[in-house]
């Protein structure tokens, strides 16, 4: 007979195995054409080893991600544990017009809209259905943080876990695309990769304290890259 601890330790097991399926760097959403910026410092020779790589990693996170992605899951989350689903829709506004790099916009909605594709194949969620219908009416943008946080509330994964599995998908793609453009080896892509890790728990930690006030918060230097990114003479990424 099986008792609660056994199906609570499946139910883990459950949990773990879709997250691992979805943060994949490989996972099918073309997110991996996309450097947030970092090719732009790349080609100014800012960025040219794995300590300068870890060193603008860091700063990604600790600003961009910390206001931006990152606190969007926890917005959704605690809209949707309010039932609140139409300030979602709110946050993937919010999100979308406070993001002043084109490229960095549009690579957002087609991640987001590959995400759902993928996502909507693999699991029955109303949710993300309706998300989708709204993105073909161009009634909302679409964001894959927003996605993300629906699906992992799905799941009942637990928020501060959802929002370190986000960061761990974004930190992983940008090492792979570390690794190809630098170049870097892959036992130094690791290194780096274990280092925003450890920082992704103090970013998660600073990420509970703040509100929607703080949504879309960014560092200068990062935007700048990112729209500069649109006129490179030649590219590896999206920004």
């Not at 809209?79 to 084109?102: C, G, H, S, Y």
């Amino acid at each position: 007979m099986t008792n609660n601890s056994d199906k609570e330790k499946t139910i883990i097991t459950w949990q773990i195995l879709n997250i691992l399926q979805v943060c994949d760097s490989a996972f099918p959403i073309g997110s991996f054409n996309h450097s947030y910026g970092m090719e732009t410092y790349l080609r100014e020779d800012v960025i040219c080893d794995a300590h300068t790589f870890n060193r603008w990693l860091t700063i990604f996170f600790k600003n961009q991600y910390l206001y931006n992605e990152g606190l969007a899951v926890k917005l959704v989350y605690e809209l949707l544990e309010k039932n609140e689903k139409n300030e979602v829709w709110n946050i993937d506004q919010l999100l979308t017009v406070q993001n002043v790099a084109m490229e960095s916009r549009e690579g957002a909605k087609l991640v987001a809209y590959r995400k759902l594709d993928v996502v909507l194949e693999l699991f029955d969620i109303d949710l993300l259905r309706e998300y989708k219908e709204r993105i073909d009416k161009n009634i909302s943008y679409g964001n894959p943080a927003i996605v993300f946080a629906i699906l992992m509330h799905y799941l009942n994964v637990k928020k501060d876990m959802a929002i370190v599995s986000y960061g761990y998908s974004v930190a992983s793609t940008l090492v792979q695309s570390a690794v190809r453009a630098i170049p870097l080896g892959q036992k130094d892509g690791q290194k780096v990769l274990q280092n925003a890790l450890s920082t992704l728990e103090g970013v998660r930690e600073e990420i509970e304290e703040l509100s929607i006030d703080d949504l879309g918060y960014n560092i200068p230097g990062l935007e700048i890259s990112q729209m500069n990114h649109e006129i490179l003479t030649f590219r590896l990424f999206m920004s």
